[in-house]
């Protein structure tokens, strides 16, 4: 598959925005961004549904002080954490969410935490990561995330096997993995990021590693150190997509695919129905990706394959050809693949091709909807449930709900 590579201005959001779904998943979870008053508004604005709910995250806020160097930012963050945990004995973990200006004054959050965990005598598990947007895009918040998570995970036994599903899902799809997954008969199973922070997964050279999401690349290359081995599939996207990856996942565990095609019939014949009408509206519809979420390469081929629509473009902020493999082949010929963003030149060429709906950043949709065309905001695509069989027709409907849109609009 041609690939075309670019680079320029890009569009997209940066990694603080994982944590409005990481913070739903794992219950025992507090992020403490040590960012600025933008990271903190952008926090507000894209998580501001949780202002009704008691928050578990929060930005401590560099002042300008600290960024000209003139005060000992250590001394400020060792002060906001020593009373965020005195007033929140609930919090089991702590993550320190490092940002572009931490970043760029390269303060070492990886060692405030381990102090920071010293000074609290275990009683709280505290980790660093990046969310900064200097060279990444949003979804890879959750990647550093997850990879900071790795060290802690203990250490599967020896002579045991199990199965560790790789990235965030919504709880109500995971119970459903999870059913299919002891009906096709594959136990243990878990899942990184669990439910809790505090009770991690174990690890070893007998884990079998399956990507839910494909965007955890760092993820499984530091789980992949510590003897999991990766199945390459598809991803549960779809009918297509979700049969292949539980196909995949029991072939691995030495299981005959009679035994996935029994446990998912009833499923799959949900999908069916559920898919029928949203194919009706969607087949022959032009669509293009911009590159944001990296979702975009599963959702095209879902889109393509089992919906009819035509992928006019479809652009991906950086292509992991070992998490993507399995995808790539279910592409269809011709197809134009851009890699990385030079904005202007996309825009061009979107403009030109003038799609039936546009998959962009919330940054994008706005102004793109004012010059006619109809898009989607591609950051919804990873906070819904839109993994397997039940979802199927779900996802579909949220392509098919903004083309419904346009069209009662028109008159
Ligand atoms: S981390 Fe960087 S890109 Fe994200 S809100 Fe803060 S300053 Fe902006």
Same mark, same amino acid.
């Given at each position: 598959m041609p690939v075309t590579r670019e680079r320029g201005q890009r569009q997209v959001f940066c990694g603080l925005a994982g944590i409005v779904w990481l913070h739903r998943k794992m219950q025992d979870a507090f992020f403490l961004v040590v960012g600025s008053r933008t990271c903190a508004h952008l926090l507000q604005s894209a998580a501001g549904v949780m202002v009704f709910a008691e928050p578990r995250f929060a930005t401590a806020i560099l002042q300008d002080r600290d960024l000209a160097?003139?005060?000992?930012?250590?001394?400020?963050?060792?002060?906001?954490?020593?009373?965020?945990?005195?007033?929140?004995?609930d919090i089991g973990t702590l993550f320190l969410v490092a940002s572009c200006p931490s970043e760029v004054i390269k303060l070492d959050l990886d060692t405030a935490a381990e102090r920071l965990a010293a000074s609290q005598q275990g009683r709280v598990q505290i980790l660093a990561y990046s969310g900064s947007g200097l060279d990444t895009t949003f979804t890879q918040g959750e990647d550093t995330c997850l990879t900071a998570l790795v060290p802690r995970m203990p250490e599967l036994p020896a002579a045991e096997r199990s199965l560790l599903v790789l990235g965030t899902l919504p709880d109500i799809v995971e119970d459903q993995f999870a059913r299919l997954f002891a009906e096709i008969g594959i136990a243990p199973v878990h899942f990184l990021p669990p439910r809790k922070a505090a009770e991690l997964p174990p690890v070893g050279p007998g884990t079998l590693l399956l990507a839910a999401q494909p965007f955890v690349g760092e993820t499984a290359a530091?789980?992949?150190?510590?003897?999991?081995?990766?199945?390459?599939?598809?991803?549960?996207?779809?009918?297509?997509?979700?049969? $292949?990856?539980? /196909?995949?996942? &029991?072939? @691995?565990?030495?299981?005959? !695919?009679?035994?996935? *095609?029994? $446990?998912?019939? /009833?499923?799959? &014949?949900? @999908?069916?129905?559920?898919? !029928?009408?949203?194919? *009706?509206?969607l087949a022959g519809k032009r669509i293009s990706f911009l590159p944001d979420s990296q979702l975009e390469i599963p959702l095209g081929r879902f889109l393509s394959?089992?919906?009819?629509?035509?992928?006019?473009?479809?652009?991906?902020?950086?292509?992991?050809?070992?998490m993507m493999a399995a995808e790539l082949e279910l592409l269809p010929a011709g197809l134009r693949l851009t890699e990385g963003q030079d904005l202007e030149r996309q825009l061009d060429r979107l403009r030109q091709?003038?799609?039936?709906?546009?998959?962009?950043?919330?940054?994008?949709?706005?102004?793109?909807e004012a010059?006619?065309?109809?898009?989607?905001?591609?950051?919804?695509?990873?906070?819904?449930?839109?993994?397997?069989?039940?979802?199927?027709?779900?996802?579909?409907e949220l392509f098919a709900r903004p083309l419904n849109r346009r069209q009662r609009l028109a008159f």
């Open positions: 160097g003139l005060a000992d930012c250590n001394e400020e963050l060792d002060r906001v954490v020593t009373e965020l945990l005195a007033r929140r004995p530091a789980l992949a150190k510590r003897g999991a081995t990766l199945i390459e599939a598809p991803y549960p996207f779809g009918i297509e997509g979700s049969r $292949a990856w539980f /196909a995949a996942a &029991a072939a @691995a565990w030495g299981l005959p !695919a009679e035994r996935v *095609e029994a $446990a998912i019939a /009833a499923p799959v &014949a949900r @999908a069916e129905r559920g898919l !029928a009408n949203y194919r *009706e509206q394959r089992e919906c009819g629509m035509q992928l006019t473009e479809v652009g991906v902020p950086y292509l992991d050809r070992r091709d003038r799609p039936d709906l546009t998959v962009c950043g919330l940054g994008l949709a706005n102004p793109l010059e006619g065309l109809t898009t989607k905001w591609s950051i919804e695509l990873v906070f819904s449930p839109v993994h397997g069989f039940d979802q199927a027709a779900d996802l579909a």
